[in-house]
């Protein structure tokens, strides 16, 4: 079974940058969308970026509204890893960040329900 690992959280100023990375370890990734979710306590995992692995809109990212503009989603199939830059950041970014990969790709990109395999997560705190 695929196992996911996440890395590069860390405690940042806000207006700083991040990037979080995923690898997979026992194998590829086999599943067709990847994404970044977030957690605070309390509070449902929420969505904040995913994109496509193979196929002709493989390149799109998709976004949550609230990091638009400021956070980069990005894979490299042959590495086998998915990353998450993330510019400007605020205090309100302050959550626990998830890697997470579904096998087949679908609308509902955003939904958490639908993803199968998830990273243990790695912290993200960003002072004010």
């Known amino acids: 079974q695929v196992q996911l690992v996440e890395s590069g959280g860390g405690l940042v100023q806000a207006g700083e940058t991040l990037t979080l990375s995923c690898a997979s370890s026992g194998g590829t990734f086999t599943g067709d969308a990847m994404g970044w979710f977030r957690q605070t306590p309390g509070k449902e995992r929420e969505f904040v970026a995913a994109i496509r692995r193979t196929g002709v809109s493989s390149n799109r990212p998709y976004y949550a509204d609230s990091v638009k503009g400021r956070f980069t989603i990005s894979k490299d199939n042959i590495k086998n890893t998915v990353s998450l830059q993330m510019n400007s950041l605020k205090p309100e970014d302050t959550a626990i960040y998830y890697c997470?990969?579904?096998?087949?790709?679908?609308?509902?990109?955003?939904?958490?329900?639908?993803?199968?395999?998830w990273g243990q997560g790695t912290q993200v705190t960003v002072s004010s």
């Open positions: 997470t990969v579904r096998q087949y790709w679908s609308v509902q990109y955003y939904n958490k329900d639908q993803y199968t395999s």
